[in-house]
């Protein structure tokens, strides 16, 4: 049951991915960077259900939970393959910004050196030589700071790929600001744009994309301390999968009529986001899937946020219904009109290009920095050379 369970997931990560061929071969081929994105999600998933699984525990629960992932799953690839669809009926075999703009990319870089410069001041510049444990520690009350530093990092790399700038000095000087950053995922993210975007500017060799993904791979591995303890890497590692292990006790407390469904309040709880704790310091830490947090883990929220899986909160808020709030996530309503623009085409607009480009695979495009004020900040600054 389990196996056929994953395998019918895997159809929903897949199929929209089949459709990008038809497509001009700018967008053919950040689409399907974006799917694989998906795909490599679908990994995720299947590893942390097969390993809570085997347990032999809450199966009934837990067949749930990966039902209500299935069902919002087919849904979205659903809408994704019609706007592919409607793609390929318009015929979109012609370049995506036909006219080449070029716009200026200092402001970009120096707003990323400037933020990150305080946001080392405030550590006492330990970040500098230890970013992983400056990430860990160094980030309360400045965390705007540490999502800035990386939203105009990756604004300029965007930026330096319109303008077909000097490719390995771009991509040299990213993974050097994802690894100061901390972040594996960061890191670890910036691989598939590297290789999509040295393809589409015709950059690079086969060579150079392995040495650099090496080099990417050896860094993340450098920031999990992979190198000072070996062995317990695969401890810590264990704990990237396992998204299900915290979300089937919603699923167990609604098997046993024990769930108070919030009935949207997790939901618009995430309006949080948008309030940097600096200007309030009473944001509460509990919101959004945070919530959960702090109803099965009292008093935790503010210290971490452990995995509750996907759509969990959705299931808190509406059960089954809860597939109607993950289309109306935000990132997922912006990540449906970045598929229309690059697959439909129907206005070559070098902004809205450029921002969908952004949001589907540029990791720290809408890292940690709210949606919206991504796109206003990156379109303020995207200013034409004339």
């Known amino acids: 049951m389990s196996d056929l369970l994953l395998v019918v997931l ?69 809408i994704y393959i019609c706007i592919l669809r409607k793609g390929i009926v318009k015929k979109n075999i012609s370049s995506i910004c036909e006219k ?35 990430y860990q520690s160094s980030r309360a009350g400045v965390g705007f700071l540490w999502a800035g530093y990386i939203f105009f990092i990756s604004s300029w790399v965007l930026v330096r790929y319109n303008n077909k700038s000097n ?10 600001a994802a690894y100061q950053s901390g972040s594996k995922g960061l890191l670890i993210g910036i691989i598939a744009p590297f290789i999509a975007f ?47 292990h915290n979300s089937v006790m919603v699923y167990e407390d609604y098997l046993d009529d024990q769930f108070t469904f919030q009935y949207g309040a997790i939901y618009l709880s995430s309006i949080w986001q948008y309030v940097p704790r600096i200007l309030y310091e009473e944001k509460p830490y509990a919101w959004g899937v945070a919530s959960l947090v702090e109803m099965y883990f009292p008093g935790i929220a503010s210290r971490g946020t452990p995995s509750f899986g996907q ?34 085409n129907s206005k070559k607009n070098r902004l809205l290009t450029l921002s969908a480009i952004g949001i589907l695979v540029v990791p720290g495009f809408n890292f940690h920095v709210p949606l919206l004020v991504a796109i206003l900040l990156f379109s303020i600054l995207l200013i034409e050379k004339k």
């Open 311 to 344: 759509y969990t909160a959705e299931f808190a808020d509406f059960g089954f219904f809860g597939f109607i709030l993950a289309l109306l996530n935000l990132n997922q309503i912006a990540s449906f009109i970045s598929v229309h623009i690059l697959a439909c």
């Open 10 to 78: 895997f159809a929903s990560y897949l199929s929209p991915l089949f459709f990008c061929k038809y497509l001009n071969r700018q967008s053919r081929l950040i689409l399907a960077t974006f799917f694989i994105y998906r795909f490599i999600e679908f990994s995720f998933v299947a590893i942390s259900f097969s390993i809570e699984w085997d347990k032999g525990n809450n199966q009934d629960a837990l067949y749930l939970n990966i039902l209500n992932i299935i069902i919002i799953n087919y849904i979205i690839s659903l």
């Open 198 to 244: 040295g393809y589409l500017n015709k950059k690079g060799s086969k060579p150079f994309f392995i040495t650099a993904i090496l080099l990417a791979i050896v860094g993340a591995l450098n920031l999990f301390s992979a190198f000072d303890d070996p062995v317990a890497i695969f401890e810590r590692a264990k704990s990237y999968f396992d998204m299900f």
């Open 100 to 134: 080449e703009i070029i716009f200026y990319e200092i402001p970009y870089l120096s707003l990323s050196l400037v933020l990150y410069y305080f946001y080392l001041l405030h550590g006492n510049f330990l970040g500098l030589f230890d970013p992983r444990q400056a």
């Open 167 to 176: 490719y390995v000095v771009t991509f040299m000087v990213y993974a050097l």
